[in-house]
């Protein structure tokens, strides 16, 4: 994929996806189509049929095959019926090991796709080599009028597209090097490249993007972060892994929410001069 610079700085977003746990025994197919799935994958991909209940569920397979009926009764009770079915929806079921005709997971693709955000606030720099007691007092010591400025939340999150594409967004490219003035720090941002599901769990594939001489990217240090879908209806989502769980929410314009992010970013980036200009 061909991208000039200008583009890249303006489209790289990453976050670092603690709520998910790497996974490197997995591996992305190199054809990225919404048929191929992955090694050890069992589940069945589709569309949902008329005849879709909370206890059935008909999906029309994607070999163009007669449609399947399954029991998803169980999966109802369990909450493990994630996303409202529509007719001509892209939807997953993992059948059951035991019978093949019930469905254990049933997952509505369209809607796990689109844009998921959550907020992140800021720490104060060098807040890792810093104790929570003396990082929770150095917080009570900060003026208000810092905390105003600084203190800012922002939204992090990623956009799941069609084709198993998967983008950043959230992204607040570097200002200056006022920003060393900043007593703040964001969280680090990584680059989202891919989704998959794997026996009704979400992958999602990340990388370091590195331009070459003729501009192209090329992506290294590839890893694959693997989460339970604990929750998926309407515009909720939540993630979880190694028991640790996230909540997102849905966001209709990737513009919008980098033009709130770069507005705050200029905003910081103003009061830096200012400053430097008292001083």
């Known amino acids: 994929m061909k991208l000039k610079l200008t583009l890249l700085i303006a489209f790289i977003a990453t976050i670092s996806f603690v709520s998910c746990s790497n996974k490197s025994d997995i591996r992305m197919p190199k054809t990225s189509t919404d048929n191929i799935k992955l090694k050890g994958d069992h589940t069945v991909y589709g569309l949902a049929c008329e005849g879709c209940t909370d206890s059935v569920v008909v999906l029309l397979p994607v070999d163009g095959k007669d449609p399947v009926q399954y029991n998803c009764l ?7 019926i994630l996303g409202k079915l529509k007719i ?6 993992v059948p059951s090991p035991d019978n093949k005709k019930v469905a254990d997971i049933v997952i509505d693709l369209d809607d796990l796709k689109g844009i998921w955000c959550y907020i992140v606030m800021p720490k104060l720099k060098d807040y890792e080599n810093m104790s929570m007691k003396l990082q929770n007092r150095l917080m009570k010591e900060l003026p208000d ?10 939204e992090y999150g990623f956009w799941m597209k069609r084709q198993w594409i998967c983008q950043s967004v959230g992204y607040v490219a570097s200002q200056n090097s006022l920003e060393d003035e900043s007593p703040v720090v964001y969280p680090p941002l990584g680059y989202f490249t891919g989704w998959r599901i794997w ?24 890893r694959y972060d693997t989460c339970n879908i604990d929750y998926l209806k309407d515009d909720s989502l939540v993630l979880s892994s190694d028991g640790v769980s996230r909540s997102y929410y849905r966001k209709n314009s990737v513009e919008e929410l980098n033009k709130k992010a770069k507005a705050m970013a200029a905003k910081l980036s103003q009061k830096a001069m200012d400053d430097a200009k008292d001083n």
Do not use: F
């Not at 009028?145 to 922002?154: A, L, Q, V």
């Open 145 to 154: 009028s810092i905390k105003e400025t600084y203190m800012i939340p922002r």
């Open 88 to 93: 001509g929806d892209w939807i997953a079921v």
């Open 74 to 80: 169980n999966a109802h009770r369990k909450g493990k």
């Open 199 to 222: 026996n009704g769990k979400l992958i999602i594939s990340s990388g370091t993007p590195n331009i070459l001489k003729d501009n192209t990217i090329e992506i290294s240090n590839v």
